[in-house]
Nanobody, 123 residues
């Protein structure tokens, strides 16, 4: 059974940066396409970014383009999300998940979700 654990969230000032991590255990991480989603209070879970298992293909949601970078370290079974130029609207719980089907931009394409990590951007 694959388990995912996010970390790295916290309180950050407007315009600041955070690096989220997602540690995988229990299954061969290196063969899994992975994604990040986020969910703000009262809103649906939103696609943030996705990376192929080998790391050579990435995709981003409109809110993340130009500011966020998804990456992975297969040797350490870890997924990352570098977030720069943070805005108040980036405040949300961020989740990592395993992509198992298309489309990669929808929650329906993913299984094995982590518990989430809270990111709060303050002004």
């Amino acid at each position: 059974q694959l388990q995912l654990a996010e970390s790295g969230g916290g309180l950050v000032q407007l315009g600041g940066s955070l690096r989220l991590s997602c540690a995988a255990s229990g299954r061969t991480f290196s063969r899994l396409d992975m994604g990040w989603f986020r969910q703000a209070p009262g809103k649906e879970r939103e696609f943030v970014a996705r990376i192929s298992w080998i790391g050579n293909s990435t995709s981003y949601g409109d809110s993340a383009k130009g500011r966020f970078t998804i990456s992975r370290d297969n040797a350490k079974n870890t997924l990352h999300l570098q977030m720069n130029s943070l805005k108040s609207e980036d405040t949300a719980v961020y989740y990592c998940a395993v992509q198992v089907r298309r489309p990669f931009s929808s929650t329906s394409g993913y299984d094995y979700w982590g518990q989430g990590t809270q990111v709060t951007v303050s002004s």
